[in-house]
C-alpha cells in the first residue's frame, strides 16, 4: 500500500542569548510536533550569542535541528530571513524562542495554510502584556505607521505566523536591509487570515527586545513604508511662502491706508526676504527629499507586482 507522503513544514526560530531557556523550549516544541503528521525542520537561527545557546542546541542532538550560526548578533529581523532563505517546505511558521509563542497553536496554524490560507498571522490579545512601556510605544508605532502608510499592519502581529511557498517566495524578492517582516508580510497581499492568541509569559530570562532595538525596528518600519517623512519639508516650505504672502498683504495693508510711517523701517522688505527664502529653500530641499525616497524605493527592488499562482 501506498503511504501518502508527509507535508514538510520548517520551523524558523531565531534565538539570541537564550542558554536558560533553550532546551526547554526544543521539549516544549517537540512535545506538540512529535504528535503531528508532518516532517518537520527547525530551523534555529543563533543570531550571535554569547552564551551557552550554541553549544545547547547542538547537544540536544536531533535530526531535525538544522542550526544556522550567524557571525555576529545582527537582530531579530536578520536571523529570521536567514531562517527564510534557508528554508525549503511548502509551509513555513517563524515563532520566537523563548516560549512566548504557544507551539500548541501549530497544528491550527498548518492546517490553515493547506486549507488555501498564505498568510496565517497570528494576533497578542492584551491581556498579557509585557511592561506598560512596551505597550504604549507599539500601540502608538502601530497607529503611526498606519496613519502613514498605505501597507496597513494590523496591531500586535508579530512574528510568530506560519507562511505558504508563494508567501515566502514572494518574501524572498524583497531582500531589504532595513526590512520590517510585518510590514513586508501584509505588502504583498496574499490571502490572509488573523488568529488571535494568548501569549505566555518568558519562560526565562529577560526580554532582548531593548528599547533602542525597538526604535529602530519602528523607524526601519516608518522609513521604509512611508515617504509621508519627506513631505514634512515640503510641508513647512509652503506654510514659509504663505507667511511671506500673508506679511506682504499686511504690509500693503499700511500702503494703502497711507500709514507707512508706522511701519518700522526696514522690518517689512526684511521679513518679506527672510520668509521667502526660507521657504523656497525647504521646498527645493523637500524636492530633493522627494527624488532620494523615490530612489530609496527604486534600490530597494521590491517587485511591482506579484501574481497568484492558484
Ligand atoms: N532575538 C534575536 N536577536 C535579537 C533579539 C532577539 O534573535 O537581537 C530573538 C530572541 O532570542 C527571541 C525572539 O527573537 O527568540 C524575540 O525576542 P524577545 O523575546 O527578546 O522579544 P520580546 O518578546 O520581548 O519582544
Ligand atoms: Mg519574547
Known amino acids: 500500500m501506498n503511504t501518502i507522503p508527509k507535508k514538510n513544514v520548517d520551523l524558523i526560530i531565531p534565538v539570541y542569548n537564550e542558554e536558560e531557556i533553550i532546551k526547554h523550549t526544543h521539549a516544549r516544541i517537540c512535545a506538540v510536533i512529535d504528535k503531528l503528521p508532518y516532517q518537520f525542520t527547525l530551523y534555529y537561527v543563533n543570531d550571535g550569542s554569547n552564551d551557552r545557546t550554541s553549544t545547547l542546541l547542538n547537544e540536544l542532538n536531533d535530526s531535525r535541528i538544522n542550526l544556522i550560526e550567524l557571525s555576529r548578533n545582527f537582530g531579530h529581523q536578520a536571523a529570521l530571513t536567514a531562517g527564510i532563505d534557508a528554508s525549503k517546505a511548502e509551509i513555513i511558521i517563524s515563532m520566537d524562542g523563548d516560549g512566548q509563542h504557544p507551539p500548541e497553536m501549530l497544528q491550527e496554524m498548518i492546517e490553515l495554510v493547506i486549507q488555501g490560507y498564505d498568510i496565517v498571522q497570528t494576533q497578542r490579545i492584551d491581556k498579557y502584556q509585557p511592561s506598560s512601556l512596551k505597550k504604549k510605544t507599539s500601540s502608538l508605532f502601530y497607529k503611526l505607521i498606519n496613519k502613514m502608510s498605505n501597507t496597513k499592519i494590523v496591531q500586535g502581529t508579530a512574528d510568530f505566523r506560519a507562511m505558504s511557498r508563494q508567501a515566502v517566495d514572494a518574501l524572498k524578492e524583497m531582500h531589504e536591509y532595513h526590512g520590517v517582516l510585518r510590514g ?109 525616497g523615490y530612489i530609496f524605493q527604486e534600490v530597494k527592488r521590491r517587485p511591482v507586482y506579484l501574481v497568484k499562482k492558484d
Open 184 to 292: 513586508m508580510i501584509a505588502w504583498t497581499g496574499f490571502s490572509t487570515i488573523i488568529l488571535p492568541y494568548q501569549p505566555d509569559e518568558r519562560s526565562g530570562g529577560v526580554s532582548k527586545y531593548s528599547l533602542r532595538k525597538m526604535l529602530s525596528l519602528a523607524t526601519d518600519a516608518i522609513f521604509s513604508f512611508s515617504l509621508v517623512p519627506l513631505y514634512i519639508g515640503l510641508s513647512f516650505g509652503g506654510l514659509l511662502l504663505f507667511l511671506a504672502l500673508a506679511e506682504l498683504t499686511y504690509v500693503l495693508s499700511f500702503w494703502i491706508r497711507g500709514e507707512t510711517s508706522t511701519l518700522a523701517p526696514g522690518w517689512s522688505s526684511l521679513m518679506f526676504i527672510i520668509l521667502i527664502v526660507a521657504g523656497l529653500q525647504m521646498i527645493l530641499i523637500g524636492f530633493i527629499g522627494v527624488y532620494i
